[in-house]
Nanobody
Framework: QVQLVESGGGLVQPGGSLRLSCAAS????????MDWYRQAPGKQRELVAS???????NDADSVKGRSTIARDNAKNTVTLQMNSLKPEDTGVYYC??????????WGQGTQVTVSS
């Protein structure tokens, strides 16, 4: 079982930046692929960025060039740095951990609101 706790959400003006963090309670954190998803009101949850256990990253086209996902296996954390935020980046951001044998785990989410 992996518990994920997100932090760092809040209200930010368009063009601003935000750094989301996810702390994981997993003794084998390094084996998991870690993702950030978001869900806007009335929309389906969508993948924002992912980082594999080997450190390979992938970003959604909607945030490409504006976001950086990183992990610290020594601290059991994954972060998402988002810059040049737009109103359409508004939503609940969820941390997700996946391993093909261990399963899939979700955090409770953190709200990000981009508005002037």
């Amino acid at each position: 079982q992996v518990q994920l706790v997100e932090s760092g959400g809040g209200l930010v003006q368009p063009g601003g930046s935000l750094r989301l963090s996810c702390a994981a309670s997993a003794s084998s954190f390094s084996i998991y692929t870690m993702d950030w998803y978001r869900q806007a009101p009335g929309k389906q949850r969508e993948l924002v960025a992912s980082i594999t256990n080997g450190g390979d990253t992938n970003d959604a086209d909607s945030v490409k060039g504006r976001s950086t996902i990183a992990r610290d296996n020594a601290k059991n954390t994954v972060t998402l740095q988002m810059n040049s935020l737009k109103p359409e980046d508004t939503g609940v951001y969820y941390c997700h951990a996946y391993h093909f044998l261990k399963g899939s785990f979700w955090g409770q989410g953190t709200q990000v609101t981009v508005s002037s």
